[in-house]
């Protein structure tokens, strides 16, 4: 099961839109990072790599609204850095649902019992709390032991208050089948988030851990195994069965990076949320000025063991709106 219902509408009204319109390049979604600050040091990211003074700067409510009305994404993740250490993302929250948004605030949780007060449920929003593996495994991945622990008992407590919450796990080259079995067992059956992401780990250059990127060859065999038996379609997972598809190597995909750009207190990152080549000022910048040919596996050797959602998932998310198979599978669960 991906997305609720309204929302998937919702977007399929978005992509009719755009092709009336005869867009070929349009934001699905935009990672909105009003800040680089985290309260983690994790091994997979690069951010808090960022200078001292900018790591002290937030984005105003102003300017993250800006950017995102300038992109005209229907959805919207929260991102960072720890989005909870900006002091208004509550009131930037709040006012992008008002504008009809689809939000996800994604959060390693540590503040999050902290700061649930200032939230109120909303059929548009989302918890997407970060979760690299079981109690062990997610404690190593984040570089704090009682992480694991203190994102549960956050899950558990914005459950009962009635939000809905979603995970986002990173699989590593030191990950087996039976590690991806075992977290999503556990999200999906006793922890029972609302819906599952989870993404290869990719290769992102000011990452402090360079030694455990998963090449292609290797994605596509652990997702295949863990995948077996039907699993696949037991897991509530927030992802199009062509995107599942291509991770486990049955399709492949091209890169849209477009489809999900990221801004930040640096502006219109270039040419994507994992490649730092350079900033557009405007949305328009990005998508005009932007060689995109140049980029995705085959064309950059950077990008050559890419699978991540943020190039893939627009691609596959295409697919299945312009499909009535893919449409209907992604609606039963397939």
Known sequence: MAMPLRQSLKLGAFLLKQKLLRRDKFALLVELEPLFACNLKCGGCGK??????????????????????????????LAGGE??????????????????????????????PKHLHKFIPHRDFAWMVHIDGL??????????????????????QAKAAGFRVMTNTTFFNNDTPQDVIDVLDYLNDELGVDNMQISPAYA??????????LGVQQTRELFAKAFGEGRRKRWRLNHSPVFLDFLEGK???????????????????????????????????????????????GQDPRCANCMAHCGYEPTAVVATMGSLRESLRAATGG
């Not at 509550?90 to 540590?110: H, M, S």
């Not at 495994?137 to 694991?148: E, I, L, N, T, Y």
């Not at 219109?268 to 350079?278: E, H, I, K, M």
């Open 251 to 297: 399709r492949d995909l091209a890169c849209t990076a477009w489809g999900i750009p990221s801004y930040s207190l640096l502006g219109w990152q270039r040419p994507c949320y994992l490649l730092d080549d350079s900033y557009a000022q405007t949305y328009r910048e990005l998508l005009e000025d932007t060689d995109w040919s140049a980029f995705g596996r």
């Open 135 to 156: 109690r062990e495994r997610h404690d190593a991945s984040v570089r704090k032991v009682g992480g694991f622990d203190a994102a549960v008992d956050a899950i558990r």
């Open 204 to 213: 992102y250059e000011k990452a402090p851990d360079q030694d455990h990127w």
């Open 48 to 77: 808090i790599a960022q200078p001292a003074a900018l790591l002290k700067q937030r984005m105003p409510v102003e300017q993250a609204l800006a950017a995102v009305e300038e992109c005209g994404a229907p959805m919207v993740s």
């Open 83 to 112: 989005p909870l250490m900006h002091p208004q993302i509550d009131v930037i929250t709040r006012e992008l649902l008002a504008r009809g948004k689809i939000v996800f605030l994604c959060t390693n949780a540590l503040l999050l």
